[in-house]
């Protein structure tokens, strides 16, 4: 069985930075793809940033230049380092992983159980 761990999450003002970090546990041989998405309330869970095993990367335009994603292929961890955080970065962060392998086989999407970050203007 797979499973992610987020931490990191909080409240931070305006302009601030955060940083988050997602462990996935289990059998894993390897992770296609790490990334992390979010939610906020009243919209639809969105990219925030996913990075694939050999180190492509791929951003949601609200995020770009202000946050990086970086992982550790050996730990199966994924970072989220965001900087310049603003009022509507406030949701629920998820932490994701896609294409795993492990003894039972390949594929699957796996999820975190999330972190709050709230931003205060």
């Known amino acids: 069985q797979v499973q992610l761990v987020e931490s990191g999450g909080g409240l931070v003002q305006a302009g601030g930075s955060l940083r988050l970090s997602c462990g996935a546990s289990?059998?894993?041989?390897?992770?296609?793809?790490m990334g992390w998405y979010r939610q906020a309330p009243g919209k639809q869970r969105e990219l925030v940033a996913s990075?694939?095993?050999?180190?492509?990367?791929n951003y949601g335009d609200s995020v770009k230049g202000r946050f990086t994603i970086s992982r550790d292929n050996a730990k199966n961890t994924v970072y989220l380092q965001m900087n310049s955080l603003k009022p509507e970065d406030t949701a629920v962060y998820y932490c994701n992983a896609a294409g795993v392998r492990t003894a039972r086989g390949w594929g699957g999407v796996y999820w975190g159980q999330g972190t709050q970050i709230t931003v205060s203007s």
């Open positions: 990075m694939a095993t050999g180190g492509s990367t």
């Open positions: 289990g059998s894993i041989f390897s992770i296609d793809y």
